[in-house]
C-alpha cells in the first residue's frame, strides 16, 4: 500500500518528488483515487498538495493573473477575477461535489481531451509554470498537451502556476470569451465536445479571435483556419454559416461510446454559434 | 499497519484514529464510526448518495480517502440535528411536503441543500436544482425536494 505524504511547503513537496520513485501528486483526488484504488496506477507514495497555501488562489498580480494549481474548480468558477469562458468551463464540470474537491491543476494534468478547463485556457493565453527540485520552466497551454493523459510533465515536476495575461487595454476595450458544451444531460456530464472562444467585439467585428476545442481530437486543440476566417470581418450570418462549416471541417472527432464522429461534426457547429451569440451578447445566431 | 494517523471533528465532536493510506472516506465513517447515514449508490462520485460536508462544502465521500479529512470538519446527516433531538428546518421540511420515499438518497440532499442555504438563505428553483444537481433520486422525481428545500429556506428565514 502507497504511503501517504502531507508535505508542509511547496519546498518539502518538490525535494519528495524528486527523492522518491514511484510518488504521484495527489490534489482533489477525484480522478485519482479511484484510479489507485482499482491498481489502474501504481504508486509507492501518495503526495498530497491539495493544501499547500503556495498552491491555492486567484491574484492579480504583474500585468497577469495568477492561478495557483490547487484552487477547486468551485472557487474558478466563482472568482471575479477570472474571465467568463474559463469559469464557465469549470462551472460545468461533474456537480457541486466534484467541484467543491476537484482542482484546476488536476483537470490539466489530468489531460483528458475533454477536460472543460481546457479548451477555456487555451483561447486565453494560458501559460503553465512547472518546478521541480532542480529548476523551473514556462510553457505556452498549447505544448502541455501530448495527448491523451500525456503531458509534458517529467518525473519530479509539479504544475505550480497557470497565469493569464490581463487583456484589459487602455482603449477600454475588453477581451471577452464564452465557453459551451454538451454532453449526454445538463450536470455530472462528461463533455461530447466543449468549445471556448475569446476575442476583441467592437462594431460588429471580431478581432485577434482564438477559438478552441475539446473532446474533438486526441487533445484540446486550437482551430487556426477558423480564426483566420473570422479575423476582421463583420460577423453576420454568412460569415458564420462559413466559419462553422469550416470548423466541422477541421476538426478530428474520435468515434466513441460517447458519441459519433458525424454527431460531433454537427453539434460543435451548434455549440460554436451559442458561444458567438454569447461573447457577443446577442439572442442567437441561426 | 495502519499506516496514517488522522484527527478531525466529527458532527462536533473531536476524534483521532490510524488509517490505511488506501481507505475511502465513506468506508471509514460507516464501518469505523457506525455513521450508515452515508450511503454508497455508484461509488464513482455519480449518484451523490455518499454527500457529506467537508469544511461546510458538499463533497462526495466515496471519492474521499480518508486521509484527507485531517484537519477538517465533518458533518454527516447524523450530526444535523440538535443534541436534543430537534430536528433542522430541511429535515422537517423533507418529512413535511413528502420529499422522502425509499430513503436512499435523502441524507445527501439534504446535506447537499444544507451547503446551499449556509451561503444562499434564499435561493431560487434554479439556484436549488443546480445545487442538488449531483443528487440523484430515483423515486420521487425532485419536485417534491426542491419544494421541500424552499419551505426550509422560508422556515429559516422566520
Ligand atoms: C463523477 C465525475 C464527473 C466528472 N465530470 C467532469 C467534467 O464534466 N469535466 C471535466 O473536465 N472533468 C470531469 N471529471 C474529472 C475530474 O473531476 C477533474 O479532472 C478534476 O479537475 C480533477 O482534479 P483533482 O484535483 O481531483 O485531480 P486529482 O485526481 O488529484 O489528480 C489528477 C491527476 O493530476 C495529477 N496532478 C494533480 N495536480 C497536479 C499538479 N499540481 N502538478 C502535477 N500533477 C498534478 C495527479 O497526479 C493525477 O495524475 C469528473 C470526475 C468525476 C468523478
Ligand atoms: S456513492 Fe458516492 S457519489 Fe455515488
Ligand atoms: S427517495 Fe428513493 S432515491 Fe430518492
Known sequence: M????????????????????????????????????????????????????????????????RIGPCTTLADVASSP????????????????????????GGNICNASPCGDTLSPLLVLGGRFRLRSASGEREIPAEAFFLGPKRTILTRGELLVEISLPLTRSSSQDERRSAFQKIGGRGAQTIAQVNLAISAYWKEGILRQPCLAVGSAAPTPIRIPAVERILEGQRLDRELIAQASLRLAAEIRPICDQRASDRYRRSVVQALFRDALASLTGQEAYS | MKAVPISFCLNGHPVSTSIDSDLRAIDLLREGFGLTGVKEGCGRGECGACTILLDGRPVN???????????????????????????????????????????FCTPGMILAAKSLLDTCPDPSEEEIAYALSGNFCRCTGYSKIIKAVRLAAQEKMR
Open chain 1, 81 to 104: 477575477l477570472l474571465p467568463a469562458a474559463l469559469r464557465a468551463g469549470a462551472s460545468w464540470i461533474g456537480s457541486p461535489q466534484i467541484r467543491a474537491l476537484g482542482t484546476i
Open chain 2, 61 to 103: 465521500a466515496c471519492l474521499l480517502l480518508a486521509a484527507k479529512l485531517d484537519g477538517c470538519e465533518v458533518l454527516t446527516i447524523e450530526g444535523l440535528a440538535s443534541a436534543d433531538g430537534t430536528l433542522h428546518p430541511l429535515q422537517s421540511a423533507f418529512l413535511e411536503v413528502g420529499a422522502v420515499q425509499c430513503g
Open chain 1, 2 to 65: 502507497a504511503r501517504y505524504i502531507t508535505p508542509h511547503s511547496l519546498a518539502e513537496a518538490l525535494q519528495i518528488l524528486g527523492q522518491e520513485e514511484h510518488c504521484l501528486p495527489l490534489a482533489g483526488g477525484t480522478d485519482l483515487t479511484l484510479l489507485v484504488r482499482d491498481g489502474t496506477v501504481q504508486a509507492e507514495c501518495l503526495l498530497d498538495i491539495s493544501k499547500l497555501p503556495e498552491l491555492i488562489g486567484v491574484q492579480e498580480e504583474g500585468g497577469e493573473i
